[in-house]
């Protein structure tokens, strides 16, 4: 299995929305509609954003939010805050109860 | 609220086995849910290693699978990885988290650096 493609990078100024693509195969992505997204921040563990495309768990902002189109899915950041500078990793399941990964993004806040 | 913590040695001499454990607390294991190991190397990704259910079935990463071993105690509210014939490239920071099936981790470790070095 090999890794989901996101791009290294992004950027957006405060109040602006970006956009992160995560893409995959039909045997992961596509296939299935359990695609999630985590924020982390230096030194600090992964925190889950986004599962099942396009649910956030409570506490997660309405800023943040999922879709998945054939094998990619994006998490839109809306209204950009300092605070959303982060790392952010998709994954998403990948049949037979396998789990893969994104190479990850860093969002900067311009 | 739920809480986990990982322990174990830092240092790991190559060709030993990794071994950790996770302690959770705020949670029954035996309720219910999956608990997964997930690994990130200094400056990369994170990567899946393998998830246990709490009646003892286990999933692992093919990529992982022959050195890999998960197993739970409920007893003690913890689960414990062991990863064998380690090599440089293990050197990772390692967490643990409460996982919905293999699908997402929504509770997760501080995580612990474990350096693979003679």
């Known amino acids: 299995q090999s890794a989901l493609t996101q791009p290294p990078s992004a950027s957006g100024s405060p109040g602006q929305s970006v956009t992160i693509s995560c893409t995959g195969t039909?045997?992961?992505?596509?296939?299935?509609?359990?695609v999630s997204w985590y924020q982390q921040h230096p030194g600090k563990a992964p925190k889950l954003m986004i599962y099942?495309?396009?649910k956030r768990p409570s506490g997660v902002p309405g800023r943040f939010s999922g879709s998945k189109s054939g094998n990619t899915a994006s998490l839109t950041v809306s209204g950009l805050q300092a605070e959303d500078e982060a790392d952010y990793y998709c994954?998403?399941?990948?049949?037979?109860?396998?789990?893969?990964f994104g190479g990850g993004t860093k969002l900067t806040v311009l | 609220q739920v809480q986990l913590q990982e322990s174990g040695p830092g240092l790991v001499k190559p060709s030993e086995t990794l071994s950790l454990t996770c302690a959770v607390s705020?949670?029954?294991?035996?309720?219910?849910?999956?608990w997964g190991w997930i690994r990130q190397p200094p400056g990369k990704g994170l990567e899946w290693i393998g998830n246990?259910?709490?009646?003892?079935?286990?999933f692992y990463s093919p990529s992982l699978k022959s050195r890999v071993t998960i197993s739970v105690d409920t007893s003690k509210n913890q689960f414990s990885l062991n990863l064998s014939s380690v090599t440089a490239a293990d050197t990772a920071v390692y967490y643990c988290?409460?996982?919905?099936?293999?699908?997402?981790?929504?509770?997760w470790g501080q995580g612990t650096l474990v350096t693979v070095s003679s």
């Open positions: 988290a409460r996982g919905v099936a293999t699908r997402h981790f929504d509770y």
């Open positions: 705020g949670y029954s294991m035996s309720s219910g849910y999956y």
């Open positions: 246990i259910y709490h009646s003892g079935n286990t």
């Open positions: 039909s045997s992961d992505v596509g296939g299935y509609n359990y």
């Open positions: 099942e495309v396009t």
């Open positions: 994954s998403s399941y990948a049949g037979s109860n396998n789990l893969v």
